[in-house]
């Protein structure tokens, strides 16, 4: 049997794990915000971008202490020996995963908001490193994208 805390806690929400947002169903790839039509973005769509998801970062951030305190509550109360119930995960490791969720969310909050100050002061959309342009679909699928495709974490140099 699954200890109530683990269950109340898994099966709240649905996440999309790529964005670490709440997926919709019935959403349509063209539905978010930024260009569609193929125009290259600006500054002005990518800052309306990142403060949408800005909003939603911290709505997720305060979703995610609702569900942390209803987990530390519903386990509070319970002398459940979790660590050999065959039948679910432990509480230990649900915890870890929710804070491990917690503190992605948590990055990419600080990256969403790095890129609003690079907005803000003119950097935005040049490469740190070689200050090149950003490619503008790069920028697209990445708003907060610090470098260009060339200087990237995890592109191998040659």
Known sequence: MTHPA???V?????VDQRTMTPSRPDADPGDGPGPSDGA???AGDAAARLREERVSLHARMAALAEDMGTFF???RDSNADDEHDPEGQTIAYERAQLSAVTEQTRRHLAEV???LG???DGSYGSCEVCGDPIAPARLEV???ARTCVAHAPGQRRR
């Not at 898994?10 to 649905?14: C, I």
């Open 6 to 8: 683990s269950r109340n």
């Open 73 to 75: 509550e519903a386990s």
């Open 40 to 42: 290259e973005p600006t």
């Open 113 to 115: 908001e790095a890129a």
């Open 142 to 144: 990445r708003p907060t």
């Open 10 to 14: 898994t099966a709240r929400r649905v």
């Open 118 to 120: 690079r907005i803000d």
